[in-house]
Every structure is written in C-alpha cells, then in structure tokens.
Nanobody
Framework: QVQLVESGGGLVQPGGSLRLSCAAS????????MGWYRQVPGKQRELAAV???????NYADSVKGRFTISRDNAKTTVYLQMNSLKPEDTAVYYC???????????????WGQGTQVTVSS
C-alpha cells in the first residue's frame, strides 16, 4: 500500500511564505513523477509544480518565479517552497505521484489527502 503524507499548509498573509512537504511510503518500486496540484472549490484541480518522468520540472505560469519544487536524494519526498504568496494561491494543495509498485507492473496515480493553504490578511 502506498501513502503520500503532506504537511506544511496553513494561514499566511499576502507576501508571506510557506513550505509544503510530501513523503511517499509503502510498497514502492519506483516513483516516475512527483509534485503538487491545487484545487479551489468549484474548479478543476490544476498543476502547481511537478517533477516529470524525465526529471524535468514543470511549473504553472501563475507560480513561476515564486514557487520552487525540490526533492530529497531518495526522490521519495518533495517540497514546495512558496514565496510572495497571493490571495489567489489559496487552495487545497495535493501531493501527486506516478508510482510503479512492482517490477514489471503498471504505473498508477496516487494522491495525498490535501493540505489547505490560505493567503489572507
């Protein structure tokens, strides 16, 4: 069983910073992609930042220059450093991973439970 456990959300004033963490654990053969999506009520979940399967990084245009995604050497934990936060960054942030559980098995999409980020004065 695979788990993605997030931490680090909260309430911050505009212009402030937060750092999110997501740790993957369980029966994992390989992690092929990992990153962060976000969702506000009534809207579709959207990409914030992700390490793709070829190791490159994709950022949403709306967060470029303000958010930085990073990961540990084992590539099982990802971080999202969010600076210069704006009210429009308010959302539930979900950790995402594309994981192969067994050698020769297929890959599956896994999601964390979500962590609320609220940017408000």
């Amino acid at each position: 069983q695979v788990q993605l456990v997030e931490s680090g959300g909260g309430l911050v004033q505009p212009g402030g910073s937060l750092r999110l963490s997501c740790a993957a654990s369980g029966s994992i053969f390989s992690i092929n992609a990992m990153g962060w999506y976000r969702q506000v009520p009534g809207k579709q979940r959207e990409l914030a930042a992700v390490f793709t399967s070829d190791g490159s990084i994709n950022y949403a245009d709306s967060v470029k220059g303000r958010f930085t995604i990073s990961r540990d050497n084992a590539k099982t934990t990802v971080y999202l450093q969010m600076n210069s936060l704006k009210p429009e960054d308010t959302a539930v942030y979900y950790c995402y991973a594309l994981i192969r559980v067994t050698l020769g098995g297929g890959r599956g999409d896994y999601w964390g439970q979500g962590t609320q980020v609220t940017v408000s004065s």
